[in-house]
């Protein structure tokens, strides 16, 4: 299609306009070709007449559809233009807030002047790994693309960060690195970024200044290389600075400021460090003034010094340099303040003791006469003679000038080379990414020295970037295979000649600087004179003979020559130097070593320090602008070496306001840039590239069914014939077709008039069967009106037939009612009357029965008083007689006892046993005494109760007779009562007659009154009482709504409190698993590399594992296994706390034992002389022996409670278990029960003294019996607990020996305790002399550390730490070599033990075989009988010999194919017969093996999933069969909360004798780590399919259709027989599930992972969308709500809708909902934030602000209504992050699931190789 056929009516064109650069503009009717003029109608409503050029004939560049605007590379727009490119960056910065955008190969980054949340981590891990074309524009794109090509090219690649002032560069240099630090994975990557991170606020300090543009311009350019190792790690960095504004330190213009560095310097002048400088305000210095500009807004100065100096910390400039480097700045800025006084002449002087002199050489450590003197005189140097010239005063200023320039040039190239050297790697670099952070293309009011080179430098990166985009192109079109021509590009090689060849300003300039009356004004007219008229690029000013012109490729430029002659030459005087380097200050030495060398590491040469004296030296010296064209030159070699990539950052406007766009100055940089540049050369040739899949797809609605071919690609050749005429505007190649621009724009447009068509037909086919729909409603309303209206006059006639029935029921009930009422009220006064006379006559009755009852009371209470009376008086006299007899009876026996009492034989008689008696007499007295006092305290509470009751009787007694005397009062009265009550009872009747009559007529009015009154009453208490409900239900529900919402916060806070700490335990746990097993593999690594070959005659498998976890440690540590010779005696911590306290019990039970001895000692003595007390003695021995009977019961006691304390450490559950043997807890145990056991041999040793002294008293006992006659025992030797003169006769006792074998036992504990005492002696000389040896070779060690220390720290840093390895090494292979020897000792032991078991089991079975023959023998003559064999009933269990768990777990774990027992076997087998050998061991009480063989296991299980963890089936099979054994443990544990759930068999089998419930811990953890194993294993194969199937597949091709693309093609234009769909993802979250359940998973676990990977789906889906525009519309919602879709029927179909699953997509549906709703008003606003519930505010606006059209019949969302959304929501509290963490992993839950499957009945098959094993 011709151009000018374009321009049709509502065409749209854009217009020049002088303040927006360019205006839209709509053709009101066709172009004529004729007339030359186009009608158009602004945007304004303002119509014009554009009058076309006759001669050039250029019509105005037409806008693209708006469907094509904000597209991600500008390349895809159909119309390449200056306002299309301006107007889709304006777009998509202001509207859609996106600061980047592609333009080819280009990246174009807007500078938004604000902090956007684009750069955190997830982003990073979300643009790691894909293509670069498959992702929104952004800088970690350009970065991942430069490592991608890194790894697979093996190249070099750089990045080109350029820009003007104030773009933005420093910081895309400044990510691109950081997103080089995160994904290279590299150990150390942390710190080489934080390193060259920490170098940004060092280099912005002494090399970035306040400018008329920006706050913080660089004015340096920096080149940093990245390096990386073979694994594509980064080891290292180097930076290379370029061409800094030294001039900048000794003037700034009008509005800036010097370098940064000064004014923190002056910031913190009142520091106390900083107080010797002598410093003030920046406003007291030259240097610092000049701007009159000393404050930044917004930039506090004194808190950028502190960042600086920590950055300095950081990179290893310790605080003494750092002083030194402030100390140098001080003293450049007191140089600036010396005054220099003119004198007559060329003469000038300085005077000695000016202050700021004075200070700066103090400062710098030099003499101030001299450094005064130099400064205003120079040494000129002739043939013969050197003489001293004084200098003019503007001549001596500019010397110091140059002076302090030179300074600070050489103190910037100091600390870069300083920086190099931290960031130096010792490994050798394998590749390189550089960072080219430099300035871009500078035109000011007044352009130097300093802006030429700048231009210079962008000339040669402009003609590098156009050489490499042509190249580009060229191979894109060879590589399709269509024909081309050369494309004519804008090529500055003309500009480059100008200024760097022979005879070329630099040239010129530079042979102006070697002679020796040179100037500016004679270099200015020798270029005049050579190449105005020479070269089109050089200009001359028309009102200046001091400037020149250089056209530049992005504009023109006119350069001052002021000055260019100084700053190039840079000279300095020699003599100054000369001072500086006597100087005493040695840091300031540092930097004039070396003074003709380079000395900068960035590659730029130093500046000479020569002076003007001597033709040699002027010849030799390298000027400035050499320097920098050799430095240029050595980029550009280097950038060539790389493989480049583009970003040119624009500055979007001059004031700093946030996402605000000024056309004139993008454009301006648009152009300095090289971007128009390269869509010139795009649309020179074929901008629009389409594969034939996309193309088909995307116009398959310009075809009829019989158009579509088998072969796409030509299927689309037919149709492009038919549609484009002239074959020029395409090209079709191998794999795509190539458009010229504006045949998208055409193709489009025919594409929307197809749609409209099909559109009006659909609306035509809608509309008719709407009518249709709408008649036949009407037509059924009809009828349904009428009948009704038939039905409503049916049942009023049935409504008065009703009515009139029910008038003659109510008359009838209503007689009925009357007669009724009449009879009731008859019958009631009747019996009202009846009752009146009853009562009356009952009454009088009761009162007759009263009076004669109350007579008998009286009558019966006082002759009771009479007879009681008598009865006292009786009593007390038969009680004074009885008392007179006894006294005279009492007074006879006196008489005759004290007549007994004078004779001596009653007192002989009463002496007889008298003491017992008395004793006896005493008690009793005691007794008698305690009764008396008893009696004595009743008797007075007797008296008292009798006091009190005869008052009570007495008052009675007058109450009685008070009431005596009133009822006489009474019966008196009572005739004249009785007449006057039978009066009143006749006034009451007739009263009480007219009262009734009264009362029944009020009765009546009263109930009609109150039949209304309650009616009413009725009525307003029911409203009430119903609104006082609704206001209490309402009041309530509240309350209840509270407390609930309450509770739920409550529960759903403690849910994720308790959620948090499950996960952070199982990341922990996870994270600490992966560093054991990195432990393993480097000791391993270790292991292998100080012995490469094994011992093959090792008795452990190679596969098992060395290590077992300790039972009761639930964090992975890990001892040896026990072996058999070891006898560990652990006791644990409430067995010794037990012993201990009877042992104290015991003491106590000795002390009183001893001190009721000293009491009968004490008591036989003072009976030693009396025979009288032998009985007294008897009951002492009785009393001893009952003493020793308790003694010797408590011993046995205390034995039972010892054995039962040692039987329970298996059986206890406790939480504390046994130590491991050799730890310091064991040993302070052992150690507490050695003295236990101690002091119990004390408390036995005593026990037998009192035994055998018990015995001494025994013998005692029968000395003058008969048993004591015959016997004749040596005690002599005995020690005698009694008077030594005691009888001999004693000897005579013992005839059955018993005091001589105790004497016996008593020597023998004696020798056994020296024994003892002596083995304690000589363990504790061995333990001692141990330690002392141990000591002696700590202490020796230790010196050889100290002296290896010392040495080491004299070493250079590289040196250091390889001597720091070296000893580690030795180290290690020194405790290698060791528990390699114990190693060696425990296999021989162990092999002993074997041939020791197999020479046992020998014996054994010979025996056995003895016992058989000889029972056949003596049953050979019985008779042979048939004995049916009786089915084998198994116990549930699985013996196994000692030693064979390395076989039973090389069977069973390591070599087990987990395929093939799933599929065959029981699901959960290796678990059940885990289980079953485990019951063994608890069988036979073995927690050796038991703990050997979990220890195996476990060991084995981590090294399979170490070994296979990336394999789901090995995965899936062993979490199942882990859970399956943590579930058998509890299960058979005996915990009555999990017996519930066995049968009674289940029960039989419970565990008797262990209790492993850390086991069941340590697993449980072993289990989460496969849990997160499997989840990262299923996370790696679900990523690359979650975004194709979920996202980039589209069901319906053609309708749901992409939209042109640019250059850089999509990964998902693949065939679509490659492609992959939603079916291939539910096929392999199918395949996962099958083998989950073929593995016998428990279900919870299964839906724990299922909702795991819908998590992983939903957010790598809903994070791919948030960074993809282009998947951001109406159709891609549909796309993907029919993807979830599936996704839940493939959940439904296999029952797990209630897993959690559907909820972790609610994210992505809410998103996929919110890109179909209508977004529009304001109800569309709240309705969506109503929706939108899982999705957080940024990812709202984040998806309408990306939202795009993919047709044209769709719109934008206006920055209005996401303003709105945004104000709805901003009190909404949630988190703030953008993107999903999709590396998140649900805590896991291991909920009991107990098992059916009985033990007795599990069958071994054959193929597991577990012949050893028997069942039971």
């Given amino acids: 299609m011709a151009g000018s056929e374009l321009y049709t009516k509502n065409a749209r064109v854009w217009l020049p306009d002088p303040v927006e650069v360019w205006k839209s503009a709509k053709l009101v009717k066709d172009y004529a070709t004729a007339t030359k003029t186009l009608f158009l109608l602004l945007d304004d409503g303002t119509e014009l007449e554009y009058k076309v050029d006759p001669h050039t004939n250029n019509l105005p560049p037409l806008r693209n559809p708006n469907i094509l605007v904000g597209e991600n590379d500008l390349t895809a727009l159909s119309y390449l233009n200056e306002p299309a490119v301006l107007h889709n960056i304006k777009v998509r910065f202001i509207d859609s807030k996106l600061i980047y955008t592609y333009c080819g190969i280009v990246l174009v980054a807007v500078n938004p002047y604000e902090s956007l949340p684009i750069y955190e981590a997830d982003i990073i891990h979300a643009y790691r790994g894909q293509d670069m074309a498959d992702m929104d524009p952004h800088i970690f794109a350009v970065a991942e693309e430069a490592y991608k090509q890194m790894a697979r090219d093996q190249q070099n690649q750089s990045i080109i960060v350029s820009g003007e002032s104030g773009a933005g560069k420093t910081v895309s240099a400044k990510y691109a690195m950081r997103y080089f630090a995160t994904v290279s994975g590299s150990s150390g990557e942390a710190d080489i970024e934080e390193r060259v991170l920490a170098s940004n606020p060092i280099m912005e300090a002494l090399g970035n200044a306040k400018t008329t543009r920006n706050d913080n311009s660089s004015r340096f350019g920096k080149y940093i290389e990245i390096g990386f190792d073979k694994k594509h790690r980064i080891i290292g960095a180097h930076m290379r600075t370029y061409l800094l504004e030294k001039s900048r330190v000794v003037f700034q213009a009008h509005e800036e400021r010097n370098y940064h560095i000064f004014y923190q310097l002056c910031a913190s002048s009142h520091l106390p460090e900083f107080k010797d400088f002598k410093l003030g305000d920046a406003d007291d210095f030259h240097y610092t003034n000049q701007g009159h500009y000393p404050v930044i807004d917004g930039v506090d100065d004194g808190k950028d010094m502190c960042s600086t100096r920590r950055a300095f910390s950081l990179l290893g400039i310790g605080e003494s340099h750092q002083m030194e480097i402030y100390q140098i700045l001080a003293a450049i800025l007191h140089l600036s303040n010396v005054d220099v006084k003119d004198h007559s002449g060329d003469r000038s002087s300085i005077s000695p003791d000016n202050f700021h002199l004075v200070v700066f050489c103090d400062l710098m450590g030099v003499p101030c006469e001299e450094m005064a003197h130099w400064l205003c005189h120079r040494k000129l140097q002739t043939t013969t003679e050197t003489y001293v010239k004084g200098v003019s005063k503007t001549n001596a200023v500019n010397g110091r000038d140059a002076l302090a320039k030179h300074i600070y040039a050489r103190l910037f190239s100091w600390i870069v080379g300083c920086i190099n050297n931290v960031l130096k790697s010792a490994v050798k670099q394998h590749s390189f990414i550089g960072v080219l952070d430099i300035y871009g293309f500078e035109t000011f009011d007044t352009n130097s020295f300093e802006q030429f080179c700048i231009n210079y430098a962008n000339e040669k990166l402009q003609q590098q970037f156009n050489l490499h985009v042509f190249k580009l192109e060229q191979e894109e079109y060879m590589k399709e295979e269509i024909p081309w021509t050369l494309i004519d590009f804008y090529d500055n090689q003309p500009c480059i000649n100008l200024i760097e060849a022979k005879l070329g300003i630099l040239d010129l300039l530079d042979e102006e600087c070697k002679m020796p009356q040179g100037s500016d004004d004679t270099w200015c007219q020798k270029m005049y004179n050579n190449l105005l008229k020479q070269n089109a690029h050089f200009d001359k000013p028309r009102l200046s003979n001091r400037a020149f012109i250089v056209h530049h490729f992005a504009d023109k430029v006119e350069y001052q020559c002021d000055g260019f002659l100084e700053k190039n030459k840079d000279t300095v005087n020699e003599e100054q130097i000369h001072v500086l380097q006597k100087s005493k200050f040695d840091f300031l030495l540092k930097l004039f070593v070396g003074n003709e060398k380079a000395t900068s590491s960035t590659n730029r040469p130093a500046t000479s320090i020569t002076g003007r004296s001597g033709q040699s030296q002027r010849a030799n010296k390298k000027t400035v602008g050499l320097q920098f064209r050799q430095s240029l030159h050595l980029l550009m070699d280097t950038l060539n070496a790389t493989t480049p990539h583009y970003v040119r950052c624009i500055k979007p406007n001059d004031h700093k306001v946030p996402f605000s766009l000024d056309p004139v100055r993008a454009v301006q940089q648009l152009r300095a840039c090289g971007i128009l540049e390269t869509i010139r050369i795009s649309a020179a040739g074929f901008p629009s590239r389409w594969t034939y899949q996309e193309f088909f797809c995307r116009y398959r609605v310009l075809m009829k069914q019989k158009d579509v071919l088998s072969d796409v690609k030509q299927t689309c050749q037919n149709l492009l014939k038919k549609l484009i005429q002239d074959q020029n505007l395409y090209q079709c190649g191998k794999n795509k077709i190539f458009f010229r621009a504006g045949q998208v724009a055409y193709l489009e447009k025919l594409r929307s008039e197809q749609l409209r068509r099909a559109c009006v037909s659909i609306q035509k086919t809608i509309r008719c069967w709407l009518a249709r729909k709408k008649f036949l409603r009407m037509k059924q309303s009809a009828i349904t009106i009428q009948r009704h209206v038939r039905g409503h006059q049916a049942r009023c006639y049935v409504r008065f037939l009703r009515r009139t029935k029910a008038a003659v029921v109510i008359q009838r009930n209503v007689r009925m009612w009357a007669a009724r009422r009449r009879y009731q009220k008859l019958r009631s006064a009747s019996v009202v009357i009846q009752s009146f006379f009853r009562a009356y006559a009952a009454r009088k009755l009761y009162y007759k029965i009263l009076y004669d009852q109350k007579a008998l009371v009286i009558q019966k209470w006082v002759k009771g008083w009479l007879a009681r009376q008598r009865y006292r008086r009786t009593r007390a006299n038969v009680i004074l007689l009885q008392c007179c007899v006894r006294r005279l009876l009492a007074k006879r026996e006196l008489k005759k006892l004290k007549v007994e009492a004078r004779s001596v034989q009653r007192l002989k008689n009463l002496n007889v046993g008298m003491e017992n008696k008395i004793m006896q007499l005493q008690h009793k007295l005691d007794e008698q005494h305690k009764d008396v006092r008893e009696l004595s305290e009743r008797l007075n509470a007797a008296t008292k109760t009798r006091d009190m009751e005869r008052e009570q009787h007495c008052r009675e007694i007058e109450n009685l007779q008070r009431s005596e005397q009133k009822a006489k009062a009474k019966a008196e009265r009572l005739p004249s009562l009785m007449e006057q009550l039978t009066f009143l009872q006749r006034e009451l009747e007739s009263t009480r007659s007219e009262k009734e009559v009264l009362e029944d007529q009020n009765s009546v009015y009263k109930k009609q009154t109150q039949e209304v009154v309650e009616e009413l009453n009725m009525k307003n208490g029911l409203l009430t009482d119903e609104k006082e409900n609704l206001n209490k239900l309402i009041l309530e529900q509240k309350e209840q709504l509270t407390e609930i919402n309450a509770q739920v916060e409550s529960t759903e806070k403690l849910q994720r409190e308790l959620t948090e700490e499950r996960s952070r335990y199982q990341n922990l746990l996870s994270e600490h698993l992966h560093l054991q097993e990195l432990h393993k593999d480097l000791k391993e690594e270790l292991e292998l590399r100080l012995s490469p070959s094994k011992r093959p005659d090792s008795s452990y498998d190679s596969n098992l594992p060395e290590c077992s976890p300790v039972i009761g440690s639930t964090n992975g540590q890990y001892s040896s296994v026990h072996k058999a010779d070891e006898t560990p005696s652990t006791v644990e911590l409430p067995l010794i706390l037990k012993l201990q306290r009877r042992v104290r019990e015991l003491e106590r039970d000795k002390q009183f034992l001893q001190q009721q001895l000293d009491e009968k000692e004490t008591n036989e003595e003072e009976a030693k002389d009396s025979e009288e007390e032998i009985t007294v003695g008897r009951a002492e021995l009785d009393l001893e022996t009952l003493k020793r009977q308790e003694l010797e019961s408590e011993n046995k006691k205390l034995k039972q409670d010892l054995s039962e304390l040692r039987k329970s450490l298996t059986s206890e559950n406790s939480e504390l278990m046994p130590p491991a043997v050799g730890s310091t807890t064991y040993n302070v145990l052992l150690e507490q029960l050695n003295s236990s056991n101690e002091e119990l041999e004390l408390r036995k040793e005593e026990v037998l003294l009192l035994q055998s002294h018990i015995v001494r008293q025994e013998a005692m006992k029968y000395k003058d019996s008969a048993l004591g006659e015959g016997v004749n025992l040596d005690l002599s030797d005995v020690p005698s607990f009694q008077d030594i003169d005691r009888s001999t006769d004693i000897h005579t006792l013992n005839e059955d020996g018993e005091l001589w074998l105790a004497y016996e036992g008593l020597k023998e504990t004696n020798r056994l305790l020296e024994c003892q005492m002596q083995k304690l002696e000589r363990q504790h000389s061995e333990s001692y002399e141990k330690l002392r040896t141990e000591v002696n070779t700590l202490k020796q060690e230790k010196e050889q550390q100290e002296k290896l220390l010392a040495q080491t720290l004299l070493l250079p840093e590289d040196a250091r730490i390889e001597a720091g390895l070296e000893l580690e090494i030795t180290r290690l292979t020194h405790e290698n070599l060791e528990l390699m020897e114990q190693q060696d000792k425990q296999d021989k032991t162990i092999v002993n033990l074997k041939k020791d078991l197999q020479l046992y089991m020998k014996?054994?079975?010979?025996?056995?075989?003895?016992?058989?023959?000889?029972?056949?023998?003596?049953?050979?003559?019985?008779?042979?009988?048939?004995?049916?064999?009786?089915?084998?009933?198994?116990?549930?269990?699985?013996?196994?010999?000692?030693?064979?768990?390395?076989?039973?777990?090389?069977?069973?774990?390591?070599?087990?194919?987990?395929?093939?027992?799933?599929?065959?076997?029981?699901?959960?087998?290796?678990?059940?017969?885990?289980?079953?050998?485990?019951?063994?061991?608890?069988?036979?009480?073995?927690?050796?093996?038991?703990?050997?063989?979990?220890?195996?296991?476990?060991?084995?299980?981590?090294?399979?999933?170490?070994?296979?963890?990336?394999?789901?089936?090995?995965?899936?099979?062993?979490?199942?069969?882990?859970?399956?054994?943590?579930?058998?443990?509890?299960?058979?544990?005996?915990?009555?909360?999990?017996?519930?759930?066995?049968?009674?068999?289940?029960?039989?089998?419970?565990?008797?004798?262990?209790?492993?419930?850390?086991?069941?811990?340590?697993?449980?953890?072993?289990?989460?780590?496969?849990?997160?194993?499997?989840?990262?294993?299923?996370?790696?194969?679900?990523?690359?399919?979650?975004?194709?199937?979920?996202?980039?597949?589209?069901?319906?091709?053609?309708?749901?259709?992409?939209?042109?693309?640019?250059?850089?093609?999509?990964?998902?234009?693949?065939?679509?027989?490659?492609?992959?769909?939603?079916?291939?993802?539910?096929?392999?979250?199918?395949?996962?599930?099958?083998t989950m359940m073929q593995h016998g998973m428990d279900s919870g676990l299964i839906k724990q992972v299922v909702r795991q990977q819908f998590y992983i789906i939903c957010a790598v889906t809903l994070n791919h969308l948030l960074l993809r525009k282009d998947m951001c519309s109406w159709s891609k919602g549909l796309q993907i709500r029919y993807n979830v879709w599936q996704l839940e029927e493939w959940l439904a179909e296999r029952e797990m809708a209630d897993c959690g699953a559907k909820e972790m997509l609610e994210p992505l549906v809410q998103a996929a909902q919110l890109l179909q709703v209508k977004k529009k008003t304001e109800a569309d606003a709240q309705a969506i934030c109503n929706m939108c519930t899982g999705l957080t505010t940024a990812q709202i606006v984040k998806v309408l602000t990306l939202y795009t059209p993919v047709i044209e019949f769709e719109e934008r969302v206006t920055t209005t209504f996401i303003a709105t959304i945004k104000d709805i929501l901003k009190d909404r509290e949630e988190s703030s992050t953008l993107m999903m963490d999709a590396k998140k992993i649900f805590s896991v839950t291991l909920s009991f699931s107990p098992s059916s499957v009985a033990l007795e009945t599990i069958q071994i098959p054959a193929s597991l190789n577990l012949d050893f094993l028997n069942r039971i």
């Fill in 1403 to 1634: 014996r054994v079975e010979e025996f056995q075989a003895q016992q058989r023959k000889t029972y056949l023998e003596t049953n050979s003559s019985a008779k042979a009988v048939s004995i049916p064999r009786k089915e084998r009933e198994y116990q549930g269990m699985l013996e196994y010999k000692e030693g064979e768990e390395s076989r039973l777990v090389k069977s069973l774990v390591l070599d087990q194919k987990a395929r093939g027992v799933a599929v065959s076997f029981l699901p959960g087998l290796p678990a059940y017969i885990i289980f079953m050998c485990l019951r063994y061991a608890d069988r036979v009480n073995d927690d050796q093996r038991a703990s050997t063989l979990l220890n195996s296991v476990l060991c084995s299980i981590k090294g399979v999933i170490k070994k296979r963890g990336k394999d789901f089936a090995v995965l899936s099979f062993w979490l199942s069969n882990t859970s399956r054994l943590i579930h058998c443990l509890k299960q058979y544990s005996g915990d009555e909360t999990f017996k519930t759930y066995n049968t009674a068999k289940q029960n039989e089998h419970c565990l008797t004798n262990f209790e492993l419930t850390e086991y069941q811990n340590v697993f449980a953890d072993l289990a989460i780590h496969i849990y997160r194993q499997l989840i990262k294993s299923m996370e790696d194969t679900l990523q690359p399919l979650i975004v194709s199937s979920m996202l980039e597949h589209e069901t319906i091709q053609g309708v749901l259709g992409s939209k042109p693309t640019g250059l850089r093609k999509k990964s998902s234009g693949s065939p679509e027989e490659d492609a992959v769909t939603v079916e291939v993802l539910l096929q392999q979250l199918g395949l996962w599930h099958t």
